[in-house]
């Protein structure tokens, strides 16, 4: 029969109107992110760092700038360690090339600067982040949870996990 | 008859339904399209230059960005041409991991072609918020495994960058439980909507020579009929080892195009629950040095990506970076007989036509 | 009410014809306000109403529930810098939004609140709204032709040709009513339809004829053609901003509501709520209707795909025009032979259904093979 087609949709239309709304009020209510998130506030352990500079090496635009200055017991002390998040990609090399587990991911994204050289991380910031990202380094996963007190972000998902939930309600 | 003087309308490229940037030059006599000529261009981002200066490892994420819809196409890619050049073999779990990436990202990138064509179609509301509704979801599960949602950086030469986290299986499984009934659902919504159908039924059709002879691929071939599928015809990863179907359409309309990625939405559900069931544990990855310097030569490496073969061509002279990178866009590639599409239809078929063949400015402007 | 407020103070004290003015002014701003006011309502309701059928929260940041939306954006509009474009008519370009909202609001001027409140109580109440509804192509195609754009122009083209294909549909659908009413009179048709029931039960093919030919006259998807925001930009209104603009979009609104009032008044029985519920006040049983058909034609808007133009000019000339043709010559028969209302409702929907029915089947008897498509292939044929 011609138009019960049209009729069928305005129908699954309005079925549509008594389910609750998927999006998020997001001030308010944030998306639960993911222990792996790639967030732009990188961290750093000065204490590991030994100033090789191979994620330096690793980042495809070139947006670690490392300087270093020999000291007298065979180490390096690192004078500058500025990441210019204006130009990272977030692909997470940097991360990942990283041999002594010294660089981490950030967990946050609502960062934002009014001048371009404020996008410029340097030592001191990124080596005091509160918030890590589990983001290839999953050794640290627990280490990573408790210190962002997202535990429950990082073992379950939210997001994901409730349509297996609701299967089962069905 | 009255016939007017023909004029130009430049449709784009800022126009809410050009997929971007895509600027068609159109002469038209009233509605009809007497003559249309494609400007592309204006996305031109010098990815193919840029990879030339960068490792191999590092052009994997630049990869990310051209076809932003189907990064882990786009991934595992320019991934196995780098294996093919440096005579690197994945573990088995990677090569299966990478399979079910590559499917879940499928199925993403056709409920974004869906949810896009039909906003083209005029249907602003509804069915397109509930088919990015369960886009969202593998974005979810993207997140969860590598951390991002649109340029993932995950399929590496040498397996994948990090195993899937233990809430990975769960995840997959509770989408693939609860997807196939919504989509069902939109199914009744759509494909039996008689304005949709008037729309989309012999409205842009190609023929089987034309599509092959215009060298189209993916969806936009399979909808003229033509029984090409690289998972079956040339089966890299591990796709020999799953059964499946390759949906064909009949005429090669709008209509058909339309189903084959609906027909191809279940293929991939049907992959991916084998997949889940076979993936084997073990390694990931195999220690790959961060700087690869394969041998002087060349390799050529095609995948079928959602929106058609993708390939990738790289050549070495034995340093760190290859010497020539280039690409094969599926979605470039498929704007080729715009000329034979669109002439003699009307402005309202330009656009559902142009919906229909599922571009990604990123991808052909590159 | 406030009339008759006016005629019991002043009657004896002032002459007649103040009176007359003071009540007809009264009347014109009562119904100028219940328009604005319905058109603000109605963007608060489409917004959140689509917004929820899009599983989104719809605006809730503005006032509670997000009421007060409709004035944010209405001062977010006017507040735009007004921009003339370089090449318009001038003249045409600025008078377009002014024009373009007579029509919408003379509508209101003769539909019949409640018993006895219609502004223009005139015999002629169906010629005036069929004429009146004609005229709001006009402005459409000065704005399209003043803008010097060709996607304005193309919109208006298309305005024209679309108007006045549905115009007809629209004008015979009304012929059935007015033949079993036997007046042009809105008030009489509503009284006839509290008498013998609602014409959407009495002429369900009328009524549906009217539902498509009016919405297409809106420019509402399945329809908006002329606007066709995805293939047009936005068609007639491209190039207009600030002000102006906000007179096209409030205007859209207002228009669909002056139809909504109109359906409800021509085909659900206006004021009237049947042989019960008489206890609450006619005004209020007509504004009830009027939202509920508002609301379905955000319904409609939020679910389909639109047309493409010719297949819509097909569908009016081939597929509308012909049934209305039939449907008054069957209204005329029954009205003829005097049967009571439950037979010609029984008579009119099943001859609706096979009418509909056999002519589409007449139409798509090319269509079918769409069925017959098998896109999984048994492995042996490949």
Redesign the interface.
């Given at each position: 029969m011609?138009?019960?087609?049209?009729l069928?949709?305005l129908i699954?239309?309005l079925r549509?109107v008594l389910q609750k709304p998927?999006t998020r009020q997001y001030p308010e209510e944030a998306v639960p992110?993911?222990?792996?998130?790639?967030g732009y506030d990188f961290a750093w352990s000065e204490e590991r760092c030994t100033g090789c500079a191979?994620c330096a090496?690793?980042c495809?635009h070139g947006c670690i700038d490392i300087v270093t200055d020999p000291l007298p017991n065979g180490r390096y002390n690192i004078d500058v360690f500025d990441i210019d998040i204006g130009k990272c990609?977030?692909?997470?090399?940097c991360v990942?090339?990283c041999p002594y587990d010294a660089l981490f991911?950030g967990a946050d994204f609502a960062l934002a600067s009014e001048r371009r050289w404020d996008m410029v991380q340097h030592k001191q910031d990124i080596g005091s982040r509160e918030r890590l990202?589990a983001?290839?380094r999953?050794a640290f996963g627990n280490e990573i949870a408790v210190r962002n007190e997202l535990r429950g972000d990082y073992?379950?998902?939210k997001?994901?996990?409730?349509?297996?939930a609701?299967?089962k309600k069905a | 008859m009255v016939t007017a003087n023909p004029?130009l309308?430049n449709m784009g490229p800022q126009?809410?339904?050009t997929h971007g940037v895509l600027r068609l030059r159109l002469v038209l006599d009233?509605?009809k399209v007497l003559n249309v000529e494609p400007v592309l261009g204006y996305l031109h981002s010098s990815k193919e230059k840029l990879q030339e200066e960068?490792t191999y490892?590092?052009t994997?994420?630049?990869t990310?960005?051209m076809d932003y819809l189907a990064a882990m196409s786009n991934n595992l890619g320019v991934a196995l041409a780098i294996e093919k050049l440096a005579g690197i073999e994945a573990p088995e779990r990677a090569q299966y991991l990478r399979v079910i990436m590559a499917e879940l990202q499928r199925v993403a990138s056709h409920c974004f072609a869906q949810a896009v064509f039909?906003?083209?179609?005029?249907?602003?509301?509804?069915?397109?918020?509930?088919f990015l509704?369960e886009r969202?979801?593998v974005l979810?599960?993207f997140?969860?495994?590598?951390?991002?949602r649109l340029?993932y950086?995950y399929i590496r030469p040498g397996g994948v960058?990090?195993?899937v986290?233990?809430?990975f299986l769960?995840?997959v499984?509770?989408?693939l439980?609860?997807f196939p009934k919504k989509l069902d659902?939109?199914e009744?919504?759509?494909?039996?909507?008689?304005?949709?159908?008037?729309?989309t039924?012999g409205v842009g059709v190609i023929s089987r020579e034309l599509a092959l002879s215009a060298g189209f691929s993916g969806p936009m071939l399979r909808g003229s009929g033509v029984?090409w599928d690289l998972r079956k015809q040339d089966p890299y990863c591990v796709y020999d080892r799953f059964a499946f179907?390759v949906?064909?359409?009949?005429?090669g309309d709008c209509?058909?195009r339309f189903?084959?990625r609906f027909?191809e939405i279940r293929e991939s559900l049907r992959i991916l629950h084998q997949a889940l069931e076979q993936l084997p544990p073990g390694e990931w990855k195999t220690p790959v040095p961060?700087v690869i310097r394969p041998p002087a030569g060349e390799a050529f490496q095609l995948i079928e990506s959602p929106r058609g073969m993708l390939g990738y061509y790289l050549v070495s002279d034995g340093g760190a970076a290859p010497w020539r990178f280039h690409v094969r866009a599926p979605s470039f590639l498929n704007l080729g007989a715009l000329n034979e599409m669109l002439v003699g239809s009307?402005?309202?078929?330009?656009?559902a036509i142009v919906g229909s063949i599922d571009i990604v400015m990123g991808e052909v402007d590159r | 009410m406030i009339n008759q407020f006016i005629i019991d103070t002043f009657a004896g004290v002032l002459p007649e014809w103040l009176i007359a003015l003071m009540t007809g002014v009264t009347g014109a701003v009562g119904v100028l306000l219940f328009a604005l006011s319905c058109a603000l309502a109605a963007i608060w309701i489409e917004r959140k109403l689509?917004g929820r059928?899009?599983?989104?929260y719809g605006p809730n940041r503005v006032g509670p529930k997000g009421l007060l939306q409709p004035i944010a954006d209405a001062i977010k509009v006017i507040g735009k810098e007004a921009i003339t474009p370089f090449g318009v008519d001038k003249v045409v370009y600025a008078a377009a939004p002014l024009v373009i909202f007579i029509p919408a609001l003379l509508t209101f001027a003769v539909v019949p609140f409640a018993p006895g409140a219609a502004l223009l109580n005139v015999d002629i109440g169906v010629l005036f709204v069929v004429a009146v509804g004609a005229l709001g192509v006009m402005p459409i195609f000065m704005a399209g032709w003043a803008s010097n754009n060709?996607?304005s122009l193309?919109g208006a083209?298309?305005a024209i040709a679309q108007t006045v294909s549905y115009e007809i549909p629209l004008v015979l659908s009304l012929v059935g009513l007015v033949l079993m009413a036997g007046s042009f009179k809105m008030e009489d048709l509503v009284l006839y339809q509290i008498e013998n029931g609602w014409f959407l039960l009495l002429q369900p093919l009328a009524a549906l004829i009217f539902f498509i030919a009016a919405s297409a006259e809106l420019n509402r998807?399945?329809t908006?053609?002329m606007e066709?925001?995805?293939?047009?930009?936005a068609g007639y209104h491209t190039e207009y901003s600030g002000f102006k603009f906000s007179l096209f979009y409030a205007t859209e609104y207002t228009h669909v509501f002056a139809v909504s009032a109109l359906i409800s008044t021509l085909f659900l029985g206006g004021w009237g709520t049947g042989p019960v519920l008489d206890q609450v006040p006619a005004i209020i049983w007509f504004i009830a209707k009027t939202y509920l058909l508002f609301c379905v034609f955000v319904w409609t808007?939020?679910?389909?795909?639109?047309?493409?133009?010719?297949?819509l000019m097909a569908f009016a000339w081939k597929f509308l025009l012909p049934l209305s043709l039939v449907n008054i010559m069957l209204v005329a028969v029954l009205v003829e032979l005097n049967l009571p209302g439950i037979v010609v409702f029984a008579v009119n929907a099943v001859l609706a259904v096979v009418l509909i029915k056999g002519w589409a089947g007449l139409l798509s008897a090319r269509?079918a093979t769409?069925e017959q498509?098998v896109?999984?292939?048994p492995?042996a044929a490949?």
């Open positions: 011609v138009g019960s087609g049209i069928g949709g699954t239309v549509h998927y992110l993911k222990g792996r998130f790639r191979t090496k690793a495809p990609m977030v692909c997470g090399l990942e090339v991911m990202s983001y290839f999953p073992t379950t998902s997001g994901v996990a409730k349509p297996a609701e299967e | 004029f309308v126009h809410p339904s009233g509605e960068h490892l590092q994997v994420p630049i990310d960005r039909l906003q083209d179609l005029g249907a602003w509301g509804g069915p397109l918020m509930y509704r969202e979801q979810d599960i997140e969860m495994v590598c951390g991002a340029t950086n960058s990090q195993d986290p233990p809430e769960p995840a499984h509770g989408f439980a609860t659902e939109y009744g919504l759509l494909t039996k909507n008689e304005i949709l159908r008037a729309r039924v029984d179907d949906p064909l359409g009949h005429v209509y058909d189903m084959v027909y961060i009307t402005v309202a078929d330009v656009v | 689509i059928m899009q599983i989104r060709k996607y193309m083209m298309r998807t399945p908006d053609i066709g925001e995805s293939e047009l930009a808007r939020a679910t389909l795909p639109r047309l493409r133009i010719d297949q269509g769409v498509r896109y999984i292939r492995a490949q």
